[in-house]
């Protein structure tokens, strides 16, 4: 954000912080460890990065900023990563995280753009999720080149709605630290500002007729790209197919992950989640794997929710997915 600013010279020096310990500094500093400050020139008086003391969100982390005092107790611990496993995950999460913040969601967002058009970007948005979805699951329809194009490539012919659900634990703690997750929640309030039908009734027959017969994926697009102009419906229908991905994506984001529970919870995606129950979109079966096996959340289902799930059996039927959530409000972790 420095580097954005006008008229300010940002030049910054890894400065090696002295190996000399005092006694107030060697909890903080390790002694065998190459230490650094990070220093930033000005033409004034130069700044390092320092912490405050102040308390940033939950838990114990510390709030960082830009200090005229330079004590060894900021020092910056430099370690070798050795997993360069560990670095590309990093760099493909970055990627579909930018990817998604400059393009995809932009894209979605634009106003007067023809249906053609308007089709390929749902159709680029709905590719770049499902290779989220084989990413986080370590599938064998990820692509197999780290440096192919975000969201392409031949293993986008496979279908995500077809991958097991189990996914890798190192994974998802990096869409929840990078902070994936929360740009697919902006492209979900994007993409429901663009779906009127949204706003319906409880039980929506429009979106559960569109959520079915996209179900297949790839095969629905293709579809829609074929012959003469596409028409509104068959925006909608590929609107649908994107929205039941995004649901399917953030099953994988927290899936037997109890930190990536609390804080899909904590940005009130649970929310969401809830109120697409009962639209065609997997939302149900999403909602009750997210409280299934964690009791915290399950006492803070409203009773609103629980009523919504009696109606859903009462107007659709006893499916096995509204009863699982009865199942899971009165026997969590199978602990009665």
């Given at each position: ?38 220093k ?23 709030s ?9 107790r ?40 023809s ?29 197999a ?23 890798d ?23 429901a ?135 899971a ?8």
């Open positions: 954000k420095l580097m954005l600013r006008p008229n300010i010279a940002c030049v910054f020096t890894l400065e090696p912080a002295s190996q000399s310990i005092g006694s107030g500094d060697k909890m903080y500093v390790p002694r065998k460890s190459p230490t650094v400050m990070i930033w020139d000005r033409s004034t008086h130069p700044f390092w990065l320092g912490c405050l003391g102040r308390t940033k969100g939950e838990k114990t982390s510390l960082l900023e830009w200090t005229r005092v330079r004590s060894s900021d020092a910056l611990r430099l370690d070798v990563l050795a997993n360069s496993a560990h670095m590309k995950d990093c760099d493909t999460v970055i990627a579909h995280r930018l990817e998604m913040r400059n393009v995809i969601i932009p894209n979605i967002a634009r106003p007067l753009l249906p053609s058009e308007m089709i390929l970007s749902l159709k680029h948005a709905e590719r770049s999720l499902a290779d989220m979805i084989f990413f986080l699951s370590r599938s064998v329809n990820w692509r080149k780290s440096d192919s194009k975000v969201g392409g490539g031949s293993q986008m012919e496979a279908d995500p709605f077809h991958e097991a659900w189990s996914a634990a190192g994974r998802q703690n990096l869409v929840r630290e990078l902070k994936f997750i929360d740009e697919t929640i902006v492209l979900f309030r994007t993409l500002a663009a779906m009127p039908e949204l706003a319906a009734g409880e039980v929506d027959f429009s979106m559960r007729v569109k959520g079915t017969k996209m179900g297949g994926g790839q095969a629905a697009t293709a579809r829609a790209l074929e012959g003469a102009e596409p028409e509104k419906d068959q925006v909608d229908d590929v609107k649908a197919l994107l929205l039941k991905t995004l649901v399917r994506l953030w099953l994988y984001c927290f899936l037997n992950n109890r930190e990536s529970e609390k804080y899909v919870h904590r940005k009130g995606l649970m929310d969401i989640i809830d109120a697409l129950n009962g639209r065609g979109l997997g939302a149900s079966d999403v909602f009750v794997s997210l409280l299934s096996a964690n009791r915290e959340l399950v006492r803070m289902v409203k009773n609103s929710t629980v009523a919504r799930f009696v109606n859903f059996i009462r107007i659709l039927g006893p499916l096995d997915t509204w009863l699982n959530f009865l199942k409000l009165c026997d969590p972790q199978n602990l009665g």
